[in-house]
């Protein structure tokens, strides 16, 4: 086995092994369980840039392995793959972080970061399948080690949400399944194609094409969050906040918005499905559930659940700008599921600090917190700033690209979905800001768990996490042109995506 074979595995290994070690071992080895999650997770970082710096000179990276007649398990580390991969590996150091720290004195850690590595291992067999069999496979793997996250707490609230969780995605999974089997008797199997495996095989019927391109999204909307199958990620918010950070950022929604990328562009291929029509109808659902996930936003006084809708709202900017015919749209939706990542998480880092520190879970109970915890309001402002989309933040990049891409498309009503979701998320997170930072504290706070001590005003673990990602919002969009930047990666995409289409 080569160098640009194994690489790949090892990626997915660098989670998988300490995950399984980790199952095993008692509650009270604290030392050795963050060592492994920090081993791993540093492992991982460091094995994603060595895929980085072959993929941009040029290398190939990945390997398949049948496992019966015409099925095959397949992994490429491609440009598209890596852009998931990186966000997924840096974020998850982060969040692993963040994990330690939040959870120091609860039960069942070793559990819970067993199926945490777990969920990234899944993620990251996503991101570098090679066939929607090996895609499927591990998209499943991703709903089985989240729903015990998701249910972690054990309390009525949490089953009832990990319930909803499991009845969604499992329909969403046997959705796909549907597509994929359907798809195999047609076309074989369903390899990743640049330019698209379906564009180059004449003969088939048009509406069948059309039913299953609606089976395949149907499987991958449901974790993607598109409206109306959107309703597990509200009730998911029971979960721990490194696990709603998981969630939103870092493995399940992306997992379903990667997924909507890969059918349109690698099965379909981008020109033919304009062809079939199935790109308007994709933008219009993108639309409906951009504007809708904003408006529900705004009458949530739950935090996380305010958080949740503005995640159904911002992950189908990522499917607008696939369903955008042309280079900008597909820049524009690639860059921000970089940058709705990095937003987002910073978002639930804080949300989870008022809630560990302060006892805040509500809207209305966030007057003066600015005051107390002037470091994670200042990262939740910055991360708030970007989703609305204010000048340099990441959020300004994305709907630039995205603005520019429906213009050149010919698409401009998609322009005022953008101009009004932004409007929006200012009227949902404008209110917030206020709060915090001018309206006076109250006497005592709901419950005030973590004393502040001068500048440390929560736990150290639970405080530079966000810190860190409220910086990187604003470093990504002022280092936009820089040759290292998601924009530049989605720009090495597009380019090598759209140049199939050349005559």
């Known amino acids: ?52 710096a072959g993929v941009a000179a040029g290398e190939e990276y990945g390997l398949r392995h049948a496992i019966a007649p015409g099925i095959e398990i397949v992994f490429k580390a491609d440009a598209l793959a890596l852009l998931f991969v990186t966000l997924s590996a840096v974020l998850w150091l982060f969040t692993t972080l963040y994990a330690i720290g939040y959870l120091e004195h609860a ?80 076309a074989g199997p369903g390899e990743f194609t640049q330019g698209g495996l379906l564009a180059g095989i004449d003969g088939l019927d048009p509406l069948t094409l059309q039913i299953i391109f609606a089976l395949l999204i149907a499987g991958v909307g449901v974790k993607a969050a598109i409206v109306p199958l959107h309703g597990w990620l509200p009730q998911a918010m029971v979960a721990p906040a490194p696990v709603s950070a998981l969630l939103h950022a870092v493995a399940v929604v992306k997992a379903g918005a990667f997924g909507i990328v890969r059918i349109v562009y690698e099965i379909y291929g981008v ?159 404008l209110p917030i800001l206020y709060r915090a930072w001018l309206k006076a504290p109250p006497a005592r706070w709901p419950h005030e768990e973590i004393a502040a001590r001068g500048w440390r005003e929560t736990a150290w673990l639970l405080l530079l996490p966000p810190l860190f990602t409220a910086a990187a919002t604003v470093g990504v969009a002022l280092l936009a042109e820089a040759d290292f930047s998601p924009q530049a990666w989605a720009q090495l995409i597009a380019q090598r995506e759209y140049s199939m289409l050349a005559p």
């Not at 595995?9 to 604290?30: D, H, M, N, T, Y």
């Not at 039960?107 to 929607?132: D, K, Q």
């Open 107 to 186: 039960p069942h850690r070793s559990r819970f970061f067993g199926f945490f590595s777990l969920c990234v291992t899944a993620t990251m067999g996503i991101a570098m399948a090679g066939n929607l069999f090996t895609f499927f496979v591990f998209y499943e793997l991703l709903t089985l080690a989240t729903f015990p996250l998701v249910v972690h707490r054990g309390t009525p609230q949490a089953m009832r949400g990990g319930s909803i969780y499991l009845a969604y995605t499992l329909a969403g999974g046997a959705a796909l399944l549907a597509g994929i089997v359907w798809l195999d008797h047609l």
């Open 1 to 52: 086995m080569t160098s640009n074979q194994w690489l790949p595995l090892a990626v997915i290994a660098s989670s998988l092994l300490p995950g399984l070690i980790i199952f095993a071992l008692p509650e009270k080895r604290v030392a050795l369980r963050t060592a492994l999650n920090l081993a791993g997770a540093l492992t991982k970082v460091g094995l994603v840039g060595l895929l980085i």
């Open 271 to 429: 020109e033919f499905a304009q062809s079939l029509g199935l790109l308007l109808p994709l933008a219009i659902v993108a639309a409906v559930t951009i504007l809708w996930g904003s408006t529900r936003a705004l009458f949530q006084n739950d935090l996380k659940k305010r958080l949740a809708f503005s995640t159904v709202s911002q992950v189908s900017y990522i499917v607008l700008g696939v369903a955008l015919f042309g280079p900008l749209g597909t820049i524009g939706g690639l860059v921000h599921l970089v940058h709705q990542g990095i937003m987002k998480i910073t978002l639930f880092f804080c949300a989870g600090n008022y809630a560990e520190t302060l006892g805040i879970h509500k809207v209305s109970e966030m007057d003066g917190v600015g005051r107390r915890m002037p470091l994670t309001t200042l990262a939740f402002s910055i991360g708030a700033l970007g989703m609305m989309g204010a000048p340099l933040t990441a959020g300004a990049v994305s709907k630039a690209w995205l603005s520019d891409g429906a213009s050149a498309a010919g698409m401009d009503w998609a322009i005022w979905v953008l101009w009004g979701s932004s409007l929006l998320n200012a009227a949902y997170f």
